[in-house]
T-cell receptor, first 112, second 115 residues
Framework: KQEVTQIPAALSVPEGENLVLNCSFTDSAIYNLQWFRQDPGKGLTSLLLIQSSQREQTSGRLNASLDKSSGRSTLYIAASQPGDSATYLCAVRADSSYKLIFGSGTRLLVRP | GAVVSQHPSWVICKSGTSVKIECRSLDFQATTMFWYRQFPKQSLMLMATSNEGSKATYEQGVEKDKFLINHASLTLSTLTVTSAHPEDSSFYIC???????????FGPGTRLLVL
């Protein structure tokens, strides 16, 4: 059974810092991995999607990497801003299923 | 991009009543819609998958008689929480996909509070 873990559960950094969020999964037979942002009381915004054949994806100040063999993904946020404060969720879709398995998220606070 | 809406955005009801939540794909036809539940500071848990015109597939531990799902058209799925109790209070999020193999697009969520 696929399990997705995110570390740390919460993170507080001063504005301008570069930071890394971690996501690990137990079954490497994945179809893709997706990073989402969730603001308090809101739905999910898709940030980056990495197919199983890819190693990384970039969008603006965000860079996501994927290492299938070790069951890990990282989300790198450069030059963090207060507006980046949110919960970041990673979700894995298995090879054999259309279902998304979510991690419990990392709550990020970027202090001005 | 693909837009998914939910209605209502929040609802407060008395224990024992039923509540219906709508999920609509606004600019595409969604063969498949998914319903998730999220407790405070926890992740999303898939409740059920609905395909247009057929019965929903429920995840283990989710009571199908309590959480009624109807996906009568390619743009609308509804989740009805029957005889709601305080423990049903949660954030309910739907997602929609052109088919179950495609990318899911998420709605803004519905917060349910049962008194």
């Amino acid at each position: 059974k696929q399990e997705v873990t995110q570390i740390p559960a919460a993170l507080s950094v001063p504005e301008g810092e570069n930071l890394v969020l971690n996501c690990s999964f137990t079954d490497s037979a994945i179809y893709n991995l997706q990073w989402f942002r969730q603001d308090p009381g809101k739905g999910l915004t898709s940030l980056l999607l990495i197919q199983s054949s890819q190693r990384e994806q970039t969008s603006g100040r965000l860079n996501a990497s994927l290492d299938k063999s070790s069951g890990r993904s990282t989300l790198y946020i450069a030059a963090s801003q207060p507006g980046d404060s949110a919960t970041y969720l990673c979700a894995v879709r298995a090879d054999s299923s259309y279902k998304l398995i979510f991690g419990s998220g990392t709550r990020l606070l970027v202090r001005p | 991009g693909a837009v998914v809406s939910q209605h209502p955005s929040w609802v407060i009801c008395k224990s024992g009543t039923s509540v219906k939540i709508e999920c609509r794909s606004l600019d595409f036809q969604a063969t498949t819609m998914f319903w998730y539940r999220q407790f405070p500071k926890q992740s999303l848990m898939l409740m059920a998958t609905s395909n247009e015109g057929s019965k929903a597939t429920y995840e283990q531990g989710v009571e199908k008689d309590k959480f009624l799902i109807n996906h009568a058209s390619l743009t609308l799925s509804t989740l009805t929480v029957t005889s709601a109790h305080p423990e049903d209070s949660s954030f309910y999020i739907c997602s929609a996909a052109r088919d179950e193999q495609e990318t899911q697009y998420f709605g803004p969520g519905t917060r349910l509070l049962v008194l």
